[in-house]
């Protein structure tokens, strides 16, 4: 894959929505690692099989901000909102080298209020 960093980090997000396996899978390095407060270094396949069929549950994802770090490593900012109404925000500290992406580190964001709804202090 051709490209910067960011611009293989928006594309698996696009993947990811739209549920393209095969539009993913050469995105990811065959020694790709993945890190969740739910993961711990699951391998690709891992990734795949458990992670990565699971946009059905949420009814919007946006990517906030997509900020490189250096050359290799990107910040993905995105907020989410599951079918049960609930809104999140992450954080994925993600490497890619060589246009593939070769881990991710996922941090999970408190519960958002709605749109429209004043934050609680």
């Given at each position: 894959?051709?490209?910067?960093?960011?611009?293989?980090?928006?594309?698996?997000?696009?993947?990811?929505?739209?549920q393209d396996r095969e539009a993913a899978l050469p995105l990811y390095a065959e020694d790709f690692t993945f890190t969740s407060?739910?993961?711990?270094?699951?391998?690709?396949?891992?990734?795949f099989e458990r992670c990565f069929p699971t946009a059905?549950?949420?009814t919007e994802q946006r990517l906030l901000r997509v900020t490189p770090a250096d050359e290799e490593l990107v910040f993905a900012?995105?907020?989410?909102?599951l079918t049960t109404g609930d809104r999140?925000?992450?954080?994925?500290?993600?490497?890619?080298?060589?246009?593939?992406i070769r881990d991710?580190?996922?941090?999970?964001g408190g519960r958002q209020p709605a749109p429209g709804t004043p934050a609680t202090p």
């Open positions: 894959m051709n490209g910067t960093p960011a611009s293989v980090v928006e594309a698996a997000f696009r993947c990811y929505r739209s407060p739910q993961d711990d270094r699951i391998d690709k396949a891992a990734f059905h549950r949420f900012y995105y907020e989410y909102e999140y925000r992450n954080v994925e500290a993600i490497t890619v080298r060589d246009g593939l991710v580190q996922v941090f999970f």
